[in-house]
């Protein structure tokens, strides 16, 4: 089942790398994040500046530069980064993709799908990039196939 996009996938597992090794005094590169993640290095590096540019990761610049996830960073929703990469409509939008679904004029698949939308929204929200790092950090879960 694709639930996310290939970006919004690889935005996520990058956020997650970076957040399980990193403080604003280490840094991490480009290319470490893409041999761990398993990601191309010019798709992660868009990928990388829109997270930047939202406040999600953050990167400096120079010999000593690369990403870095600060503790304000770390307490973020993985929501964000989905909604950041993705937009809302994974938490918002129709089933079969119809624009007019709404509770008034529903598609075949609208009462089934509003619960499973707000279940992963409420589970999207609770997850923070922290309790994943977390994970990674214990050995409790992997990145890579």
Known sequence: MIMFSKACEYAIRAVVYIASGTSE???????????HIEAP???????LQ???RKNIVSSQKGVHGGFFINNIQRALPIKQIVTAI????????????LKQCSHKKPCPMH??????????NRVMNETS??????RMADGSSVLKR
């Open 50 to 52: 829109v997270l930047t």
């Open 111 to 120: 009462h089934q799908f509003v619960v499973i939308r707000d279940e992963l």
């Open 86 to 97: 993705d937009g809302e409509n994974l938490f918002t939008g129709c089933a079969l993709g």
């Open 41 to 47: 290095r010019h798709f992660t590096a868009k990928i």
């Open 129 to 134: 990039v922290d309790m994943l790092a977390k």
């Open 25 to 35: 005094t280490s840094k991490v590169s480009i290319d470490d994040i893409c041999a």
